[in-house]
């Protein structure tokens, strides 16, 4: 099956957190399976990178920002859509969602585009005081949540944000599947 997974940005720095780590390992554990796997992101280069890691492919787009005080959600991977279109036709599409310009964009492309669309929010779409939060849940975040074939959940809490969002929602609670090492101290 070909998976494709989208995150909002992935450095070296592992400045965007968790969601970029849950991704990158999702990947992994897939190509394991012998899945066909595609990781897109915006990342702190210049030129787009297309590489293999771990049995996948990574596909990293120069990010641009609107405006600094947005942080993430001003973000923008420059050529996303030309990616999403040439080459990267999935089975299947997993995204990372937040209310940024990286993965909305992107849902929006594969749930038009009639690409089966997972959605894994990881407690970023919540109920926000910022200004720009209703518009944007109204315009995107609300009806591809709606388009979406599941939401995937990690605790009752992020099951309340989404269905107080979008009370139609189709969640799934999945575990964290985040993988432990095991320090030398664990093991002493």
């Not at 099956?1 to 940005?9: D, G």
């Not at 089966?116 to 939060?133: C, N, V, Y």
Request: charged residues 20%; positive net charge; contains cysteine.
């Amino acid at each position: 099956m070909k998976i494709l997974q989208v995150v909002t940005y992935i450095s070296d720095d592992g400045a965007f957190g968790g969601p970029a780590r849950v991704a990158q390992g999702q990947c992994e554990a897939l190509a394991a399976l012998g899945h066909d796997v595609i990781l897109v992101a915006a990342a702190p280069i210049k030129r787009r990178q297309d590489s293999q890691v771990n049995g996948y492919r990574q596909i990293l787009l120069p990010a641009k920002t609107l405006s600094k005080r947005l942080g993430f959600a001003g973000m923008f991977a420059r050529g996303l859509n030309k990616v999403l279109a040439n080459g990267t036709a999935a089975d299947v599409a997993h995204v990372h969602m937040a209310r940024d310009l990286v993965t909305l964009p992107a849902t929006r492309f594969l749930t038009k585009n009639k690409i089966p669309t997972f959605l894994q929010t990881h407690g970023m779409i919540d109920e926000s005081k910022r200004a720009l939060a209703k518009p944007i849940d109204f315009f995107l975040t609300k009806p591809l949540i709606k388009r979406a074939n599941c939401v995937f959940t990690l605790t009752p809490q992020e099951d309340g944000d989404i269905l107080q969002l979008v009370p139609s929602a189709r969640i799934e609670r999945i575990a964290n599947g985040i993988k432990i090492e095991e320090s030398a101290t664990d093991v002493a």
